[in-house]
């Protein structure tokens, strides 16, 4: 199929910018969301103060949705967000605006985009799929599809999600089936289907309504791939389109305007205020990296006994590789159950994954770029983060991940020492240093230490293939993604990403191959060890683990890589333990 011309992006309009009251705060129901469950409940009553004072009942619905938001949902008001985008959207459609929408995190800005959404394709049913939405990730594709549907429970409507890790001709299956009349995809895959998918685009005629939920993370991260979509869906003139972010930065302000028609409406519900949600506590604590592994346990552990029944945890790694290996660390060497989500999880463990830790009422989950705009786990009691986050909008939308709707939660970031200089980029927010940092660097007699020393993940073994990956990880990060802080130098990168790894439990820090190090501008680096290429070289989780270095890792504990105590650092103390002589103990 040939590829048909990128359109608005690329144009240029102006931009007629009307903020709302800025005095709307991230207020909305303690009432939880009916996610993660299939059965209707009966209409909540809303808590008093959390909510604006417009009930659904106003805004002049149709029976059939509004019969859903009470009785599938289970809500009677609308937050404060919802009051002031709600009405002006569902009046837009004779107006012909577009709108961008700026609302904190768990405020209801979905709900906010699919009652009008659902209330188009009454009003206008469409030849074939009337509303396209788009959201960046999997997850929070079959999260909104969800929502949809329960939404749509008493109409004829049909809603089909589209993802990656689904096989195309199961979507054509489905479109063909289903018939639907909202589409819910990431990116990638639409793409993919109207580039290969026969007559694909026939489906989308009569698109009415364009929505991109995160839209500041699709038009700067996506913005190649969303050029192409636009290529293939009608133009501007022709449908409406609604973005919607919790950040919404000037310059993403900017390359919106491009994608709106002209005199598009800004809905600004966050204004001057502060950017993240009123119900959460913000703490941050700065461990050396020896320490790190200590401070999130501790963390872990502050929150599971604070909550033993109701305790649910959600923690953010930089790279998907990291958060693996540390779910498998803590799960083989500290013996606890961990929910782990992450790209580099099956398509359809990722899915079992989100509806568990949905439904659970306490866990701990440990992920990283999936999980953190938009997902709504209900009752999050706590959000870690470890390493400085790439950005500020990242800190934010993770912060968002606990009170939601109007509950409380607490956030800890877990900051190295050479990364405090993150602390600039988000000072306007309640951040304050962890009350008890020094109690979450304890480990009492070094049992942690013990625990993870890697004479128990010998050469070979899986713990130690993604100790290695790991640790490439964690350089890439430094000298590609991350954006707030600055080391100084490629040698303090990998002296940092070699501290963590050792905190970590490593015996010495792990080794890349030559190709990686000169990808990543290491390879000057005297502090990083590299493989030459090796004709017989084993792709382990990005970094490249050659026959040749396991056969030197196995001759360096003496040749048999199955015996894990070769160096018996267990009598001897962990080298984690040596190293760490002199560290913040008590
Ligand atoms: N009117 C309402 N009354 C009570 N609860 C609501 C209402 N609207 C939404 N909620 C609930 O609030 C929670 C957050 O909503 P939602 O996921 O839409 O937030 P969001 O603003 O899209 O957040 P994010 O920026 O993280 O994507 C959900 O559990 C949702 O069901």
Redesign the pocket.
């Known amino acids: 199929m040939p590829h048909p011309t990128a359109s608005s992006l690329g144009s240029s309009t102006h931009q007629v910018s009307l903020p709302l009251s800025s005095s709307c705060r991230a207020h ?2 303690s ?5 993660g469950t299939s059965t209707a409940s009966p209409p ?1 009553s ?1 808590p008093g103060g959390e ?1 604006g004072d417009v009930g ?1 009942s106003n805004l002049g619905l149709s029976g059939n949705t509004l019969r859903a938001i009470h009785e599938v ?1 289970g ?1 009677n ?3 404060k ?2 009051a002031q985008v709600l009405p002006e959207l569902l009046g837009s459609e004779q107006r012909q605006s577009d709108f961008m929408v700026h ?10 985009y699919l009652i009008p959404a659902v209330e188009h394709v009454l009003r206008r049913p469409p030849p074939g799929v009337g509303v396209l939405i788009l959201a960046p990730s999997r997850e929070l594709v079959l999260q909104i599809t969800k ?1 949809a549907e329960m939404l749509c429970t008493y109409h004829p409507l049909q809603v089909v999600p589209l993802i990656g890790g689904v096989r195309r001709d199961k979507d054509e299956s489905m479109l063909r089936r289903r018939r639907p009349a909202i589409v819910v995809a990431t990116l990638g895959k639409l793409v993919e289907h109207f580039e290969s998918t026969s007559r694909f685009e026939t489906l989308f005629e009569g698109l009415g309504l364009l929505v991109l ?2 839209c500041d993370q699709l038009l700067s991260e996506q913005a190649d791939i969303l050029r192409s979509l636009l290529g293939y869906v009608p133009r501007q003139g022709l449908r409406q389109s609604l973005l ?3 950040t919404i930065p000037s310059e993403v302000k900017d390359l919106a305007a491009r994608l709106c028609r002209p005199g598009y409406q800004l809905l600004d519900c966050v204004g001057e205020g502060v950017a993240t949600q009123d119900g959460v506590e913000q703490l941050y604590a700065v461990c050396p990296g020896l320490f790190l592994l200590t401070a999130l346990k501790n963390a872990i552990e502050q929150e599971v006994q604070a909550n033993p029944m109701g305790h649910k945890v959600i923690v953010f790694f930089p790279t998907a590789r990291l958060a693996g290996f540390l779910a498998h660390l803590f799960r083989e060497q500290l013996k606890m159950r961990i929910y782990e989500l992450h790209a580099r999880c099956g398509a359809s463990s990722r899915m079992v994954t989100q509806q568990e830790f949905q439904q659970c009422s306490s866990g701990i989950l440990f992920t990283s770029g999936a999980s953190e ?4 786990y ?1 009752n999050v009691s706590l959000v870690v983060q470890v390493l400085a986050p790439d950005s500020r909008q990242q800190y934010i ?1 993770r912060v ?2 606990t009170a ?2 109007g509950k409380e939660g607490r956030s800890v970031l877990l900051l190295l020492d050479r990364e405090v200089d993150f602390l600039q980029h988000v000072s306007d927010l309640p951040l304050s240093k962890h009350p008890l940092e020094a109690e979450l660097l304890h480990d009492e007699r070094d049992h942690l230490a013990i625990a993870v020393s890697s004479a128990i993940w010998p050469p070979g073994s899986p713990l130690h293939a993604a100790a290695t990956g790991a640790f490439a990880s964690i350089l890439q990060h430094y000298q590609l993604q991350q954006r707030c802080v600055s080391l100084g130098s490629s040698e303090a990168a990998v002296d940092a990403a070699s501290e963590v790894m050792m905190g970590l439990g490593a015996s010495e820090p792990p080794s890349i191959s030559q190709q990686l190090a000169e990808e990543l501008g290491l390879q000057h680096c005297t502090n990083l060890r590299k493989i030459a290429p090796h004709a017989n070289e084993i792709r382990a989780g990005g970094a490249v683990e050659t026959v040749q270095c396991r056969k030197m890792a196995s001759a360096r504990s003496g040749g048999n890589r199955s015996a894990p105590t070769q160096r018996r650092p267990l009598a001897q103390g962990s080298t984690l333990r040596m190293l760490r002589m002199g560290g913040p103990r008590r």
Do not use: C, I, V, Y
């Open positions: 909305s129901s009432a939880s969301s009916n996610r909540r809303s909510m659904f949902f809500f008001e609308l937050t967000a919802q609302a904190r995190a768990g405020t209801g800005k979905t709900l906010s929502d939920d995160e919607l972010s919790a705009r938009g997902m709504d209900p939308h968002g991940r939601r709707g």
